[in-house]
T-cell receptor, first 110, second 114 residues
């Protein structure tokens, strides 16, 4: 089993739609969680950190469920510019290693 | 503010050739990382440097060596390139490696080994 698993997609959604991605992780000692965004042939960039109580940044909401070991990302009112690959990242405590999922590809259609 | 820079951006090597990928950051970060990204595999950690003067192996270190030249620079060397090392290589840095820090990535080096 991979340490961090994501549905690769693609998720094809119309503009204005709401879309959600999940990510599961296997290491219960995981300490920190993040969502990164990666555009085609570009470097990953931090979208948002994920906090235990859940957090929101504009149209983006992230949730953490430690009991079930998954994190989620909800995007409301999708824009064409949201088309990208979304990477789930987990940081197990006691290491210096960030563990990346393989990413979920989102395509927002006009 | 340049952030994380990588050179070269593209490189084609023949099997058995050697090369060094350069990475520098200007954010005074303590920790630096080298990843490779292959289709369907996600980013995999090759080596990391938690702080100046230290380096450690990641998930896929075989065939690579690294040097943390100073706080700013972290290089990755391929001593004898193999086709399996064809990939996109990303360098990243973070402030302290405490796990709550944002990682900042360079633009990547696209390497093809023939």
């Amino acid at each position: 089993r991979k340490e961090v698993e994501q549905d690769p997609g693609p998720f094809n959604v119309p503009e204005g739609a709401t879309v959600a991605f999940n990510c599961t992780y296997s290491n219960s000692a995981s300490q920190s969680f993040f969502w990164y965004r990666q555009d085609c042939r570009k470097e990953p960039k931090l979208l948002m950190s994920v906090y235990s109580s859940g957090n929101e940044d504009g149209r983006f909401t992230a949730q953490l469920n430690r009991a079930s070991q998954y994190i989620s990302l909800l995007i409301r009112d999708s824009k064409l510019s949201d088309s990208a690959t979304y990477l789930c990242v987990v940081y197990p405590s006691g290491t210096y290693k960030y563990i990346f999922g393989t990413g979920t590809r989102l395509k927002v259609l006009a | 503010n340049a952030g994380v820079t990588q050179t070269p951006k593209f490189q084609v090597l023949k099997t058995g050739q050697s090369m060094t990928l350069q990475c520098a950051q200007d954010m005074n970060h303590n920790s630096m990382y080298w990843y490779r990204q292959d289709p369907g595999m996600g980013l995999r950690l090759i080596y990391y440097s938690a702080s100046e003067g230290t380096t450690d192996k990641g998930e896929v270190p075989n065939g690579y060596n690294v040097s943390r030249l100073n706080k700013r620079e972290f290089s990755l060397r391929l001593e004898s390139a193999a086709p399996s090392q064809t990939s996109v290589y990303f360098c990243a840095s973070s402030e302290g490696g405490a796990g709550t820090d944002t990682q900042y990535f360079g633009p990547g080096t696209r390497l093809t080994v023939l």
